[in-house]
């Protein structure tokens, strides 16, 4: 597989990922809306995930010479970054 063809891919994957974990945790809110400890230690779990998905792609758009793909990656990444600090904080304060 090209590089370019496997950050297409990637990328293509990391898209469904996001929508399934969307869907997911939509429908575990309204599963289990008092187990607020539980989703955000799963949401932490995605963020991960996502980051380390986001992560590989950068590194796979810089290899394919995608460089303001790569840049936006990293903008991406940054993003997701923050978002899992932040459920850190707040699972630190539980
Ligand atoms: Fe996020």
Same mark, same amino acid.
């Not at 940054?78 to 630190?92: D, W």
């Given at each position: 597989?090209? !590089?370019?063809?496997? +950050?297409?891919?990637? +990328?293509? !994957?990391? #898209?469904?990922?996001? #929508? &399934?974990?969307?869907?997911?945790? #939509?429908? *575990? *809110?309204?599963?289990?809306?008092?187990?607020?400890? &539980?989703?955000?230690?799963?949401?932490?779990? +995605?963020?991960?995930?996502?980051? !380390?998905?986001? /992560? *590989? /792609?950068?590194?796979?758009?810089?290899?394919?010479?995608?460089? &303001?793909?790569?840049?936006?990656?990293?903008?991406?990444?940054? !993003?997701?970054?923050?978002?899992?600090? *932040?459920?850190?904080?707040? #699972?630190?304060?539980?």
């Amino acid at each position: 597989m090209s !590089e370019k063809k496997a +950050l297409i891919t990637g +990328l293509n !994957e990391d #898209l469904a990922n996001e #929508l &399934g974990a969307s869907i997911l945790y #939509l429908y *575990q *809110q309204h599963k289990s809306p008092k187990d607020v400890k &539980g989703m955000l230690k799963y949401d932490l779990k +995605l963020e991960r995930e996502a980051i !380390e998905g986001y /992560r *590989q /792609r950068a590194m796979q758009a810089e290899e394919a010479g995608e460089i &303001g793909l790569k840049i936006k990656l990293e903008e991406i990444l940054v !993003e997701e970054t923050g978002h899992a600090e *932040q459920i850190e904080r707040i #699972l630190k304060g539980m």
